[in-house]
């Protein structure tokens, strides 16, 4: 079968190891805006046929679908136009004149500063860790770029908050059976110290992705949450997100599955191959360590509370927990607390959560949304009662600080990673500067003499920053131009919704024209290259950034567990606590190795002298 204006029809037979695929294809070509090029497609139901020893399989294609290749008639690159200056917004440098003299004082004022960094190496009485779900070291770029921009300057010299640290390292992310991982078991690396299969949450290797049945005492693993808890430390937990989504979760539930966020999500043969299964919630309000936490802080009320009400600014999330059971968890922390004697608060909205009663409080629950926490930008433009990151994060540490036993907090930018799954570029970006908020009203509450700070991501995202912008060219706008003819964005996805593409016989080769398409938007979707429901994670390293006690232990490429066993030993806590037997601090520990390495150096010099 030919199609219009197609030639050079190839029948092609390839051999692969102990099988032998037929496929039938055709190669047309055709000339669209002045641009020569060909393409490979499938014919309307063609038939592949795969014949092995194992036996044969054969299916049927359904085309043509269409992605155009550029075809090579020189060994020169396809020309391609300029990006038409109506679409391309700039903004100007902070310092027009960057010439040797400029650069030769940066650089030389970074080095003086870098050579007046002391070591920290006292306890650290309190640990405070960041976590930006999904915030790869793309996205870190873009939203320092965008920063910049919003001031309406060219962003690229710009710097976040936590980028100022002295000291910085990566993680590898992968878990034990994936190359790419998910939150949750990255989650249990970090918090933890042990890395898990995909998907499951606080438990080792040796459990499956939902089997109930592998989940022992001998493969849960404890979290740093519980290590500062046991040590008579506090503890808390603050996230944009469902306080049972898997960040969080990670630092008290073990679970064969994630999603077991309530009873709902927890399949029937699971509860009847493992009677006695408790869903994430209930681990939270009934069990070690959750029970004892001392703040709790973010969204999925409907994970703890059947009975919710669905509004415009919070409606209740049809595709995810909802619980069954009659429970209402929400009031059985404060029944529990009540009955321990403790002071506490249980809030549901910003307003109660800033107010005075909240000031005494030694437990704080608060469950501010149904589901996750809407993006920042629409908690201002619908005007919710509900607490932005910083807001959390300020109030979680007045009620930790209120006792002299030092505290663990992990404070969670859940949304980072939403806005990327759904290919909405600025929102990432957005949420990437209320997390900077958060990191910035932390710090400055405490003492990083004494405070360990590590700001970190589980993941990346496929989110790259492609092509050759100009500088100060607009970080959310259009980068490029095509061979095409055709405009591309500077931020794009190699996967996801962004898909734009037509079929064979459209205008310009099969991709759409996004010349004036809103894509400063918040919910426009950038450009990706595979049509995807959701944009996937991000195989490559992630940055550490750290200030406080033992910071300068993250200095190289780590693994991810790592990160845990370097916040254990600056407390000494946990399974680190050796060096800082019968009082001594951390500080005080190094102190008398250096002093013994300095006694060893003259006892040796004094031998030379007598003996020579």
Not at 80 to 102: A, M, T
Not at 134 to 142: E, N, Q, R, W
Not at 149 to 175: A, D, H, I, N, R
Not at 347 to 354: E, G, I, P
């Amino acid at each position: 079968t030919n199609l219009d204006n197609s030639t050079d029809t190839t029948n092609t037979t390839t051999n692969l190891d102990n099988s032998t695929a037929t496929t039938i294809a055709m190669n047309s070509s055709y000339t669209t805006g002045g641009v020569n090029e060909s393409s490979t497609t499938s014919i309307m139901n063609s038939t592949t046929t795969a014949a092995s020893s194992n036996g044969s399989i054969t299916g049927t294609t359904q085309g043509p679908i269409f992605v155009p290749a550029p075809s090579y008639n020189s060994t020169k690159e396809p020309t391609k136009p300029p990006l038409p200056e109506e679409l391309r917004e700039v903004f100007s440098r902070p310092n027009q004149n960057e010439g040797k003299e400029f650069w030769m004082k940066k650089g030389q004022d970074e080095l003086t500063k870098s050579l007046q960094m002391t070591l920290n190496t006292n306890k650290a009485k309190n640990v405070i860790l960041f976590l930006g779900d999904g915030l790869g070291i793309p996205t870190i770029v873009a939203s320092r770029i965008y920063k910049g921009q919003l001031q309406k300057v060219s962003g690229e010299e710009q710097e976040l908050y936590f980028e100022t640290f002295p000291y910085v390292g990566l993680s590898k992310t992968y878990c034990v059976d994936k190359q790419v991982p998910d939150s949750a078991s990255t989650g249990t690396a970090y918090l933890t110290g042990v890395k898990a299969n995909f998907q499951t949450l606080g438990v080792d290797s040796s459990v499956q992705l939902g089997n109930c049945s592998t989940v022992t005492e001998e493969s849960k693993v404890t979290s740093i949450a519980q290590w500062a808890l046991d040590a008579g430390m506090r503890a808390g937990i603050v996230s944009s997100t469902r306080i049972t989504h898997a960040t969080p979760a990670a630092s008290y539930a073990h679970s064969s599955h994630r999603d077991y966020e309530c009873d709902e999500m927890i399949p029937a043969e699971m509860k009847q191959l493992c009677p006695h299964i408790k869903d994430i919630a209930r681990q939270l309000i009934e069990d070690e360590p959750g029970k004892r936490f001392h703040v709790i802080l973010g969204g999925g009320y409907q994970c703890f509370n059947g009975n919710v009400s669905n509004s415009t600014g919070d409606p209740v999330d049809e595709q995810d927990c909802q619980r069954q059971d009659g429970r209402d968890l929400f009031q059985q922390w404060q029944d529990d607390k009540k009955a321990e004697g403790k002071t506490f608060s249980a809030v549901r909205t910003k307003s109660d959560l800033l107010s005075d009663k909240v000031n005494d409080s030694e437990y704080l629950l608060g469950l501010f949304a149904n589901s996750h926490l809407p993006y920042e930008f629409e908690k201002l433009k619908m005007g919710l009662d509900m607490p932005s990151l910083e807001d959390m994060t300020k109030r979680a540490i007045q009620v930790l600080q209120q006792g002299d036993e030092g505290f663990f907090l992990l404070v969670e930018g859940g949304r980072i990673d939403h806005a990327h799954h759904e290919g909405t570029a600025r929102k990432a970006l957005e949420e990437t500067l209320a997390f900077e908020d958060a990191v910035r009203a932390g710090v400055q509450m405490v003492d990083t003499e004494e405070t360990l700070v590590v700001v970190t991501a589980d993941h990346s995202h496929v989110m790259t920053i492609n092509g050759y912008p100009l500088r100060g060219q607009s970080i959310i706008g259009l980068g490029d131009m095509g061979t095409d003819n055709l405009p591309y964005t500077t931020l794009m996805y190699t996967n996801g919704k962004g898909f734009k593409y037509k079929s064979l016989n459209s205008t310009h080769g099969g991709r759409w024209n996004i010349s004036y398409d809103e894509v400063t938007d918040m919910e426009y979707e950038q450009l990706s290259a595979v049509p995807l429901d959701d944009e996937t994670h991000g195989g490559e390293d992630v940055s550490i950034y750290a200030i406080g006690p033992m910071s300068h232990l993250f200095h190289g490429v780590h693994e991810q567990n790592y990160i845990a066993h370097v916040m254990g030993y600056a407390a000494c806590i946990g399974a680190n606590q050796d060096h800082c037997a019968e009082g001594n601090t951390a500080s005080q520990t190094n102190n008398i190795s250096s002093g013994l390495l300095l006694s060893l150096v003259i006892l040796n010099y004094l031998t030379c002298l007598l003996f020579r």
